[in-house]
């Protein structure tokens, strides 16, 4: 059974019913989420196949046609009623439209006219997903425009760094006193928070500058007892780097 998820993934990779992770190598069902690695190699029926034709092959055969599937789905997702799906599926086996008038008992030119009507909602279908994809694309723009910048060390940046102005005030009210001095009452534990905390603690040390050890401990003491903690997630999260004996610490935003 196809996953409605499927759905929100690209055309192309809907037609095809599997999707490449180039960071990952793979290829991937989108059916039934088997895995077909990039480079290797696939026996199937006294063949070898690459990944790419090896997942191709396993739809057709495991899964049948994408178009069966697709069509399996309800009205409110296609828009397709169970006649359409029946004309649809003769059109996709190749049946002349003198075949499917004689199946169905009505006249050739009422099949001619049903292909066009088809095209014509095809073509507003087309229409109607450029304009959605414009306004789209211009909210994510605006969006991104309202987000905090990434600190140049960000490691393994995903949802965890997309954050507004509007949060990061609030998360930096929250987790510190309301005093000029800059005092953690509670580090927090999800990964979001812990961002905003560990950016503003490092606005305490200065650019270009190397700091010992010791006065590394110094200033973050005045923030919060847990020193190690600070330290330990400042180098994690690359908002500082250190040598490899910790002689020297220097902030790397």
Not at 50 to 73: G, P, T
Not at 129 to 135: D, R, S
Not at 177 to 186: G, I, Q
Request: aromatic residues 12%; proline residues 1%; charged residues 30%.
């Amino acid at each position: 059974m196809l996953k409605k998820s499927l759905l929100d993934m690209n055309l192309e990779d809907i037609k095809t019913g599997y999707l490449f992770n180039s960071d990952k190598g793979i290829y991937e069902c989108l059916i039934c989420g088997e895995i077909f690695e990039a480079g290797e190699v696939y026996p199937i029926n006294g063949r070898f196949f690459d990944a790419n034709k090896a997942v191709a092959f396993h739809i057709n055969e495991r899964h049948n046609s994408m178009l069966e599937l697709l069509l399996e789905l309800d009205k409110k997702y296609t828009g397709v009623t169970e006649n359409q799906k029946s004309l649809l599926t003769d059109f996709y086996n190749g049946l002349s439209d003198s075949e499917i008038a004689k199946k169905n008992g009505v006249a050739a030119a009422t099949i001619r006219h049903q292909r066009f009507v088809f095209r014509e909602k095809a073509k507003q279908a087309k229409a109607y997903l450029a304009i959605f994809e414009l306004v789209e694309n211009s909210t994510k723009k605006q969006q991104k425009e309202n987000l905090v910048e990434l600190h140049n060390g960000a490691k393994m940046v995903d949802e965890r760094y997309e954050l507004t102005y509007g949060e990061q005030n609030k998360i930096i009210e929250t987790y510190f006193d309301n005093s000029e001095s800059l005092k953690l009452k509670s580090f927090p534990t999800k990964e979001k928070r812990k961002i905003v905390v560990l950016r503003k603690i490092s606005s305490l040390f200065e650019m270009n500058k190397k700091y010992s050890e010791k006065e590394i401990n110094i200033i973050l003491k005045t923030v919060y007892q847990d020193i190690a903690t600070l330290r330990r997630y400042l180098i994690e999260y690359g908002f500082m780097e250190r040598t490899t004996d910790c002689s020297e610490y220097w902030l790397k935003i």
